[in-house]
């Protein structure tokens, strides 16, 4: 072939080829595009989280600092409301005297109204003794009488004569609208016993003319013995 007839096929067949270095550079160039875009995008979702696990330390310390003050947390805990009513709820709070501060109780209704939905399954409710939470309730060891000081089976006869139609047939209480007997601080004083029963007690008329200082005892005595 003569040198005229090459020449002239070159710059066809360098047509027919791609630009190769061009392609390379627009491949090096996408992919380097998706790697800085996914960095870029996991660290905004880590600043996002961050951000809102900052938000509910705020919340929580908030709650901590203007609200278990006066409360005990079961009284929010134990909630399943709707956002609105949570807001409701904190704005009442505020309007009663709250100190919580205007800029973070936007962030305690959120948390609660995320934490306490209404639609998440009630907290059922809990059961516990006077004795567990050790009340005042309770007669203390070394208040009640020395033993012999009234005789309880005499005390319950006269109990159920006088007092039962009042307070029940245990001293838990009567439909009649007399309190439980059973473990209550009166207890703790035999003064005190004394003086309600003798003078009487709002509601309660005076028994001196009923029952004499040792049936009164009597009734003490049963009364002791009584399961509240």
Known sequence: MKLSAVLAVVPVVGLLLPPVASHCRSAVQDQKAAQDATPKTADKDDEEDDEAAYREVLAKRAIQENCLICHEAGMYTNQRLTPAQWKAEVDKMVSWGSPLPPQDQQGVIDHLAKTYRDVDPAVPPGRVTLAAIDSLEIPKPGTAPEPGAGDPAAGAE?????????????????????????????????????????????????????????????????LLQAKP
């Open 158 to 222: 006269l109990y159920k004569t006088n007092c039962a139609n009042c307070h029940g047939p245990a001293a838990l209480g009567g439909d009649l609208g007399g309190p439980s007997l059973a473990g209550r601080a009166v207890l703790n004083s035999r003064k005190a016993y004394d003086e309600a029963v003798h003078k009487g007690l709002r509601k309660m008329p005076a028994f001196d003319k009923v029952l004499n200082a040792s049936q009164q005892h009597d009734v003490f005595a049963w």
